[in-house]
């Protein structure tokens, strides 16, 4: 089993709607989760980061985290064809808080 | 503020060949980790380190592969000899504790 799951996609939404991106992980000690942003051919992009159950909010971005059940969501709201990307999700090891186990990542594309 | 900064930005060599890849953390962050990155594999951690002492190495394919932080600005990851399945692109990053890790622009390797 993975650390880090996620649904490689692609996920195609309409301009404006919103894209739900999910994420699961198996370390229950796990305290730390983030996402990344890389675009083709570029780096991964920190967007959001979030360390306690409920949701974050920061512009069109929300992160949300259950860690009983042990997933990590980011929706995009209005979306725009330049939040075409691919979205990674990062999860700090529970024993090891720097050590990131990254998902495959889900491909996005946000239809004009 | 200057981000992650690795040297060369592609490199291409012939099999068996040295190659060696260069990484300037941002300035104030202990942390810093090397990853790779293929379409088969996604992103893999090679290695990490901590006030430039090495951490976790577990990542690290064999012995052909090794990274070196000789003082807290400047990093290498050293390949020899090398052979066409290290293609891939690779990234430094850096993190101030435990926060979110910031990729630098990527080597991208091709091996001959």
């Known amino acids: 089993q993975k650390e880090v799951e996620q649904n490689s996609g692609p996920l195609s939404v309409p301009e404006g709607a919103i894209a739900s991106l999910n994420c699961t992980y198996s370390?229950?000690?796990?305290?730390?989760f983030f996402w990344y942003r890389q675009y083709s051919g570029k780096s991964p992009e920190l967007i959001m980061s979030?360390?306690?159950?409920g949701d974050k909010e920061d512009g069109r971005f929300t992160a949300q985290l259950n860690k009983a059940s042990q997933y990590v969501s980011l929706l995009i709201r209005d979306s725009q064809p330049s939040d075409s990307a691919t979205y990674l999700c990062?999860?700090?090891?529970?024993?090891?808080?720097?050590?990131?186990?990254f998902g495959s990542g889900t491909k996005l594309n946000v239809k004009p | 503020d200057a981000g992650v900064i690795q040297s060369p930005r592609h490199e291409v060599t012939e099999m068996g060949q040295e190659v060696t890849l260069r990484c300037k953390p941002i300035?104030?962050?202990?942390?810093l980790f090397w990853y790779r990155q293929t379409m088969m594999r996604g992103l893999e951690l090679l290695i990490y380190?901590?006030?430039?002492?090495?951490?976790?190495d577990s990542g690290m394919p064999e012995d052909r592969f090794s990274a070196k932080m000789p003082n807290a600005s400047f990093s290498t990851l050293k390949i020899q000899p090398s052979e066409p399945r290290d293609s891939a692109v690779y990234f430094c990053?850096?993190?101030?504790?435990?926060?979110?890790?910031?990729f630098g622009p990527g080597t991208r390797l091709t091996v001959l």
């Open positions: 990053a850096s993190s101030l504790g435990s926060q979110g890790q910031f």
């Open positions: 370390d229950r000690g796990s305290q730390s």
């Open positions: 300035s104030g962050h202990d942390y």
């Open positions: 380190f901590n006030n430039n002492v090495p951490i976790d």
């Open positions: 979030i360390y306690s159950n």
């Open positions: 990062a999860v700090s090891g529970g024993y090891n808080f720097n050590k990131f186990y």
